[in-house]
């Protein structure tokens, strides 16, 4: 990773130095986090009690990152990458929020129009009377 990167860990239990560890050398983090998991195994308590892990990576750059999510169970590994759903998600928000305030404001402007229509109406009439 260069400087200008950076990684967040979110685990419980001890996994994280073993996948930061893993990083560090050059593996992958989907391989990192799936090695981690499998080695940690879930926690042979009375509940089996399953053990999860997310790696989040980022460049300075929004839109260049990584970000995966694992867990290991007593019947499953599973190690997924979360796509940037969250940007996309934020674009198309922030894209109707757009389209709201440019109808906003047109209808601002068609009603700023009617009422100086209204009231030179309103002038015109009381010429009359």
């Not at 073993?18 to 879930?42: C, E, H, P, Q, W």
């Amino acid at each position: 990773m260069t400087q200008e990167e950076y990684e967040i860990f979110i685990c419980h239990s001890r996994k994280d130095d073993v996948i930061a560890d893993k990083i560090r050398v050059g593996m992958n983090i989907r391989d990192a986090m799936a090695y981690s998991l499998l080695t940690m195994d879930y926690e042979k308590d009375d509940y089996n009690t399953p053990r999860i892990a997310a790696v989040v990576t980022s460049t300075t750059d929004e839109d260049e990152y990584e970000c995966y999510i694992g867990i290991v169970n007593d019947n499953k590994l599973l190690v997924e990458e979360i796509e940037n759903s969250i940007t996309e998600t934020n674009e198309a928000i922030l894209e109707e929020e757009q389209k709201e305030q440019e109808e906003l404001e047109r209808k601002q402007v068609e009603l700023s129009t009617q009422k100086r229509i209204w009231t030179r109406f309103q002038k015109n009439s009381l010429a009359f009377t």
